[in-house]
């Protein structure tokens, strides 16, 4: 079967977007701590940018992994090697999707929409942040929620990531009039709003990253 | 940045490497770079110590470990949780068959970390219980107190817990003592300068000159008021009112003072600061039996310092005169 049917990606062909992950978060590793450094402090673009790194070194020497594989690195880089908060929150965030993907060799809708609830249930499982407490999981909950209600309106896969990807985007933008409930940024209360959540931040990018990868190979 | 260091990404791993040059009497490595162990282990049956934390708060955290104190410590980067792994490896380091104590601070990193070491401990068969240090009184209010930060009223906490496993507490009375320690301090810092992460550069907040920041956090936390610098009697002041308006002190009492810089202040000026917290103490009929002055817990170059008092009764002033030796503190005992 070839590596895209437009409706499923097989998980070899699908391995290469991990390198797509690494690459943005890198390029915008200076964006991200300079808005970690409104409300944080400042070191979130320097902690995912190492992470990040060092999974794509770990990924080259691989050579060949599938999409679950590479995720599993990244997960279990990010949990070994970089701590803070977002260590363990991408890290189990990436293992846990991982596990998603264990019983098929193709990634469908809805077998994505079993990654992304894996996801968010592993974030939401070690934190305690809820949709509207300036966090990644508000852009997380949009994206999933979009994604969901696409499919259910027998939209394709490919339309459902495009879907998801502006759900992200939005969600990213609305943590601009959200007041910092937990993590540090929770501190500053009121003086945390009119600035973008860092970690919301770095999720869309993952996130749309995801997406563009698998609309490429939908129809390869 | 007129600093000496190196790569500054390499600035944890670069002390840590310091640190074992020069104190490996106190301090050994393990398998894991950011997890050293006390270099005289504590001995069979006893219930092992654990702490962690960012880095840039030295001699917290590894400043700790040592006889009589904790028996391994996990270092994050700087001003960020250690990894879930580097606390599981530090359990394993201080499983000496009696459980872990794990005692740290109260950020959300930190509080993940744990949790997901906890479990991985529990795989292992070690049994590992915590007590998270919220001694900031500025942090947040009474009725919240389990947002508050752990600040340097930590010492405290791991000063009794590690004396409490020297006399073969089990790890229930240790950890009950932990917590009571901890709930019987408070704590308040006082910032005249921001500090700069290394590795981005340049502060991420201001205390513009003339100013100092009341009630500030380890890593540069908003605190509850900016106002201009007054006098060591002045700032003295404006912390104990807070700690003792938050704790219930009364005349009679009997304390332990800690006073620490948080970096860039001069300690002769601790001293000053010390000599006004002293007074007032006395002037309310309590009095200091165990005072520690010096840089205990720092925010890198932060100007500023910090105070934490704790209540005693007569168990916490006995673990707290019990011998101890480490790079950050050394009691003799009485």
């Keep these: 079967m070839s590596a895209g049917t437009g409706d499923s990606v097989s998980l070899a062909a699908a391995g290469p977007i991990l390198f797509d992950l690494v690459a943005v978060i890198v390029r915008e590793q200076g964006r991200l701590s300079e808005i970690d450094g409104q409300t944080g402090d400042g070191d979130h673009g320097v902690n995912m940018g190492k992470g990040f790194r060092m999974a794509g070194e ?101 339309d459902s990531l495009a879907v998801m990807k502006a759900a992200a985007e939005a969600g990213l933008e609305a943590t601009r009039d959200l007041v910092a409930k937990v993590g540090r940024a929770s501190r500053l209360g009121e003086r945390s709003r009119g600035t973008l959540d860092a970690g919301a931040a770095s999720c869309t990018m993952i996130l749309s990253a995801l997406a563009d990868g698998l609309v490429q190979r939908l129809h390869a | 940045m007129n600093r000496i260091i190196n790569d500054p990404e390499q600035v944890a791993d670069d002390a840590i490497r310091g640190v074992l040059l020069a104190y490996p009497d106190i301090l050994a490595a393990t398998d894991h770079p950011r997890v050293l162990r006390a270099a005289k282990r504590r001995g069979e049956g006893k219930v092992g110590i654990v702490t962690g934390g960012g880095s840039g708060h030295e001699p917290a955290f590894l400043g700790f470990v040592g006889a009589g104190l904790c028996d391994a410590v996990a270092c994050g980067e700087i001003f960020a949780s250690p990894t879930a792994k580097s606390f599981h490896e530090a359990f394993k380091a201080a499983d000496f068959g009696a459980g872990v104590a794990c005692l740290y601070g109260n ?115 908003p605190g509850i ?32 003072v800690l006073v620490s810089g948080l970096g860039a202040t001069p300690v002769m000026e601790l001293y000053i600061l010390y000599s006004h917290v002293d007074a007032i103490l006395r002037e309310r009929g309590i009095t200091p039996r165990h005072r520690f002055v010096g840089n205990y817990f720092t925010s890198l170059e932060m100007m500023g310092a910090s105070v934490s008092v704790t209540r005693l009764d007569g168990e916490l002033d006995r673990l707290l005169a019990h011998p101890a030796h480490s790079l950050g503190l050394t009691v003799l005992g009485r």
């Design chain 1, 58 to 158: 770990r990924l080259r020497a691989q050579g060949e992994f599938t999409l679950p594989q590479g995720l599993a690195t990244l997960g279990d880089t990010l949990l070994s090697d970089i701590g803070g908060s977002m260590g363990p929150l991408y890290g189990t965030f990436f293992t846990d999707m991982a596990e998603a993907l264990d019983d098929t060799d193709r990634i469908d809708a809805p077998h994505f929409a079993a990654m992304l609830k894996a996801g968010l249930a592993a974030v939401q499982g070690l934190g305690d942040a809820k949709p509207g407490d300036k966090t990644l999981v508000d852009v997380l909950v949009p994206a999933r929620d979009a994604f969901d209600a696409a499919q259910r309106e027998g939209k394709s896969f490919a």
């Design chain 2, 107 to 221: 950020y959300a990193g930190d509080n993940m970390n744990v949790k997901m070491a906890v479990k991985l401990a529990a795989k292992d068969g070690l049994e590992v219980r915590t007590v998270v240090a919220n001694d900031d009184v500025a942090s947040a209010p009474r009725a919240e107190r389990d947002k508050r930060r752990g600040v340097a009223g930590e010492i405290m906490m791991w000063k009794a817990a590690g004396a409490c496993s020297d006399e073969g507490g089990d790890l229930g009375q240790v950890i009950a003592v932990a917590q009571k320690a901890i709930d019987n301090t408070g704590s308040v810092g006082i910032g005249l300068s921001a500090c700069t992460i290394p590795a981005a550069g340049k502060p991420n907040f201001t205390i513009a000159p003339g100013m100092m920041e009341v009630g500030i956090g380890h890593h540069g936390e």
């Design chain 2, 225 to 256: 008021a900016v106002m201009p610098v007054e006098t060591a009697r002045g700032m003295a002041g404006l912390m104990m009112d807070r700690i003792l308006e938050d704790q219930t002190f009364a005349s009679g009492d009997d304390v332990a």
